[in-house]
């Protein structure tokens, strides 16, 4: 009796990830994780549109200086993450589905303490950062980070939500979360900027009212609706052996996203200099790239799943084949976001503002931006299988390349001549040689796992 591709338990997707059509399993695998990207890239564009048409340019600037900030404080979760996709995955390619569930909960509890004690230093973060800004945009900066304290520790829980689905072979299950905080999002945001005039304070309530009622969403799809992949707390305590190795495997990652931020707030400060009009059109520009960025990148979580299970069930053949063909279907997705979105960019960042200055700025970042997505997909799609792997220094090690040595060593060496524009280029530049050299590694690694 064939079960539908949703309606399979864990078992049964083990089943097809190992022993079903490569293709066509990436593909079942990457179309939730697919839509996902294009609702999950929409909601910072949600957030521009109402920021920028009903706030104002000055808000939006701060928003987009701000964001590499918030993200260096969940960079945590996000190699948490990691670390919990490749040893949940691995244990169920094995078919160790007490170990997979043990090591779930262990990544839980541990997910939203971090995240709780990690909050407050996001505030002391708000005030350093405010004195050292363009008064234009300060008090925005300040509002902006110190609020975004509120909602760090439901980020981390849905960072590890959406790895643990991923492992166990269900994307479509964080694909079913973003929509909820899509929506979530609008009819908020409408609430909060739209009708009550809150401004930049709106839109962080709007995340975290977002936020509150995803968490609950979530507790009970994990831990009260009735199937078999049930998780339950009843004799919870912390396991040292397992909490050791995800912070061991995670901890790359987590400098590796760290590090990423910190490189992209670094290249803020390189554009905050010549004032929020720029820094407004590299957001405009980030806000629509966005969705190409997050497409190609799509098939990375795929092709970890796909990569940890084969890995862990000794079928290495399978895993590179898995892996090439990850890189094929994310460069063709790739070229045609190219095509489709170059020729509408200016009727598309005029959805933001009409502002002449700013819609000159983001048009030239956004056609410059649109053009790296080929080469930023093949280098996601690689790592992903680094990830796998469990090889995570690697992917640490080409995060730091890719942001610091690649762009950000470009940008200051091409700043006097380019001005800001050397950020533009920069991006363009490190994404094609990030993927060549991840390209070179990915041929010449052992595909043995390291965890």
């Avoid at 089943?15 to 990457?30: F, H, Q």
């Avoid at 995670?250 to 996203?257: K, Q």
């Avoid at 040595?405 to 470009?410: A, G, H, S, T």
Wanted: glycine residues 6%; charged residues 10%; positive net charge.
């Amino acid at each position: 009796m064939k079960l539908s591709f949703l309606s399979q338990n864990m078992e049964q997707r083990r089943d097809l990830i190992l022993k079903g059509n490569v293709v066509s399993t990436i593909l079942m695998l990457s179309v939730p994780s697919l839509m996902m990207g294009v609702v999950q890239s929409l909601i910072p564009v949600i957030d521009g549109l109402f920021l920028n048409n009903i706030v104002g340019t000055t808000a939006a600037s701060a928003v987009t200086y701000c964001t590499p900030v918030v993200n260096m404080t969940t960079a945590l979760s996000q190699g948490l993450s990691v670390a919990g996709m490749a040893i949940i995955g691995q244990a169920n390619g094995r078919g160790d589905f007490k170990e997979s569930r043990r090591t779930t909960i262990q990544l839980i509890v541990f997910a939203l303490i971090l995240g709780i004690v990690l909050a407050p230093l996001l505030v002391v973060g708000a005030f350093g950062l405010s004195d050292h800004v363009n008064e234009e945009i300060a008090h925005n900066v300040f509002i902006y980070i110190s609020l975004n304290a509120l909602v760090i520790p439901f980020s981390f829980l849905e960072s590890v939500y959406n790895a643990i689905k991923n492992a166990n072979g269900r994307p479509e299950d964080s694909f079913i979360r973003m929509i909820i905080m899509l929506v979530l999002k609008i009819v908020f945001n409408t609430l909060f900027i739209a009708v009550f005039s809150w401004g930049l304070v709106g839109s962080v309530m709007a995340s975290l009212a977002s936020n509150i009622l995803i968490t609950l969403w979530m507790f009970y799809e994990l831990f009260l609706k009735k199937n078999s992949d049930r998780l339950e707390m009843r004799g919870f305590k912390f396991d040292r052996k397992i909490i050791k190795k995800l912070l061991y495997i995670g901890f790359p990652s987590m400098l590796s996203n760290l590090m990423l931020n910190l490189g992209f707030f670094l290249i803020n400060n390189e554009v905050e200099k010549y004032g929020s009009i720029v820094l407004n059109g590299q957001g405009i520009a980030n806000n629509i790239t966005s969705v190409c960025f997050i497409l190609p990148s799509s098939f990375a979580s795929a092709i970890t799943t796909m990569v940890s299970m084969n890995v862990g069930a000794l079928q290495v053949k399978r895993a590179k084949y898995s892996c090439l063909i990850g890189c094929i279907v994310s460069a063709v997705t790739a070229a045609l976001l190219i095509a489709i979105v170059v020729p509408l960019s200016s009727h598309l960042t005029v959805l933001f503002t009409r502002e002449a200055q700013v819609l000159a700025v983001a048009n030239k970042a956004l056609h410059i931006y649109t053009y790296s997505v080929i080469g930023f997909g093949v280098c996601m799609v690689e790592q992903g299988a680094f990830i796998g792997l469990g090889k995570t220094k690697i992917t640490l090690v080409m995060s730091i390349l890719r942001v610091w040595l690649l762009r950000y060593i470009f940008i200051l060496v091409t700043e006097s001549f380019l001005s800001y524009y050397s950020v533009f280029w920069g991006n363009l530049f490190s994404n094609y040689m990030a993927a060549l050299i991840t390209t070179i590694l990915i041929l010449k690694v052992s595909w043995e796992s390291d965890i």
